[in-house]
């Protein structure tokens, strides 16, 4: 969800009511619940978060919009991203020079031309940054952590 305000991101596991708030002027990052989401938000389908990234214009949001499944790795979804959106944290780039306007726009030419590369992958229920070898040699501790925490 996009309010001139905040970016909302809201799971979509059934049960789940926290909502990622991101304000788009202190880039501060807290969880709040699906209430507090504006009904005037636009709202659009993403299958996830690739990062922010700081531009000349200042910061952005790049998500990911399209999916393609790809494979099973003990009965988890392996997928591959293959397309994504920049979002821009400022509503206006009234605050740029000329110059730096297309700066600003040959940077997000090239990372449209990276991100158009084949090779983003990603599991919501299986850790990919780590070798099977590792993940068998951790800790029981270590295994019942959450993607995040790891």
Same mark, same amino acid.
């Given at each position: 969800?996009? #309010?001139? +305000?905040?970016?909302?991101? +809201?799971?979509?596991? !059934?049960?789940?009511?926290?909502? /990622? ?8 990052? #807290? /969880?709040?619940?699906?209430? !507090? ?5 636009? #709202? ?16 952005? @949001? ?20 293959? !397309? ?9 780039? /009234?605050? @740029? ?10 940077? /997000? ?12 992958? *990603? ?18 501790? *270590?295994? +019942?952590?959450?993607?995040? +925490?790891?």
């Amino acid at each position: 969800h996009i #309010t001139p +305000e905040k970016f909302y991101v +809201e799971a979509c596991d !059934d049960g789940a009511d926290d909502v /990622l708030a991101i304000d788009r002027v202190s880039t501060e990052v #807290t /969880l709040t619940v699906k209430k !507090d989401v504006p009904p005037s938000a636009v #709202t659009r389908p993403i299958y996830g978060i690739l990062g922010t990234i700081r531009l000349v214009a200042g910061t952005y @949001l790049i998500v990911i919009t399209k999916k393609k499944k790809v494979g099973e790795i003990f009965g988890h979804a392996i997928w591959k991203a293959t !397309d994504f959106d920049i979002l821009s944290y400022k509503k206006t780039m /009234l605050h @740029l020079t000329d110059i730096q306007l297309q700066d600003n726009k040959v940077f /997000l030419s090239m990372l449209s031309h990276v991100l158009s590369v084949d090779g983003f992958y *990603f599991s919501t229920t299986y850790d990919l940054t780590h070798t099977l070898q590792r993940l068998a040699n951790t800790s029981p501790e *270590f295994q +019942e952590m959450s993607l995040l +925490e790891r």
